[in-house]
């Protein structure tokens, strides 16, 4: 049956800040405070899809989620109606407050994992929204991530949910930016890949110095068995912890990969050779034979320059006529990146097209083409059967730009968080666009029961 990959990407939300949350992130770290643009940032996002879309690329939209958090920061003891508890939390503890308000679930490559149905042996679609626990703005999209994917993917006979894994850093998962698919075409089963930074049980293992390995190889593991994967046509990989040190915080900062392609950096796996032998190993017995390996040397492109131009975090897609990579515009500001890019079109590669685009609003928090989408694999049924409201045509990019252009702030200085009218106008935004795409509702929140 004909199967294509869905991109679903995550519509940047109205609270879009710069609050240095996320540890390991260079950008995020150095952009901490800045002002920020949620309008501009969520009109680059959609610019993004709408381009992806015009290139005949299946494109689909997740929901941002309600943010500043109030259950959340309830939880954490601030008390009383919505704006003494931004108030109190602004004066007791902005970092909180910020973490609370951080639109981070518009990288939707951390939503989940996703196995597609050729993979799994019940022969359903698997998903398994991200635990995100090791850092603690993050592991508050996994409740909400699950209703919006539920919502959309209805269909038990067709789409397994699991809950998230249990919220331990020990159990870390990072989702879809740690895991890599290779396969002969969409429609035949893949070799699934899960990129892990440490082993969560064994503190004497090798694990980064500097910075955190967010993903467990027990989360990855864990993942494969709910997903029903079968052992042989699944691999389990070991990040480079110097890459983790030089910022690369998942791993989809460093590979990047589409149906027979895996572009990576050559510093990207621990004990590299051990990594690409295993990887050609079981592709040959199980998926395909024409695997094609583009190693990017550190040569080439130091890792400090892949992390700066975020190359790797690039969306590599399938066309009529080959594969085009969508870079983010920084790969044309770092020497070393526009360099690689301008020679890799005249390798012997399917990749036949390169494109720039401009994300900049995210990637000031290290979020990428790549970071912004979730891939689906979906065949003709299962497209069928997923809710219908949140794929990307030209009428509902149009009602976005507008909806984007009606309720999102130009900017956001730091202190605007605690601004209880921003609660509102992100609810009243948040409640208009689940109508337009129809899911229902997937939000903790009922516009008129705000606690005053
Ligand atoms: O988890 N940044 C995100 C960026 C995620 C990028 N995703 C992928 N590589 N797939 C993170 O580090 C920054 C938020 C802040 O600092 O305000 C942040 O969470």
Redesign the pocket.
Known sequence: MPTREINFDGLIGPTH??????EG?LA?QAH?LAVSNPRQAALQGLAKMKFLADLGIAQAVLPPQERPDMAALRRLGFGGSDAQVLDSAKRQSPVLL?ACC?A?AM?A??AATVSPSTDTADGRVHFTPANLAS?F??SLEAPTTGRILRAIFRDESRFAHHPPLPANARLGDEGA?NHIRLCGAHEHGGLEIFVYGRDGFNATSSAPARFPARQTREASESIARLHQLDLTRTLFLRQNPDAIDAGA??N??VTVSNENVLLYHADAFADSAFALAHIRESVSKVVLEDLILIEVPASEVPLADAVRSYLF?SQLVSMDDGMALICPTECQDVPSSREFLKHLLHKQTPIRNVHFINVRQSMN???GP??LRLRVVLNDAEQAAAASGVFLSDALYVALVDWVQRHYREELYPDDLSDPLLLIESRTALDELTRFLQLGSVYPFQLGNEQS
């Open positions: 800040n710069y609050a240095g949350l996320a992130n995020s901490r910020a951080s981070s990288w490559a951390n850092q703005h993050r930016a915080f998942h989809d900062v975090n928090n290290g979020g790549a970071c």
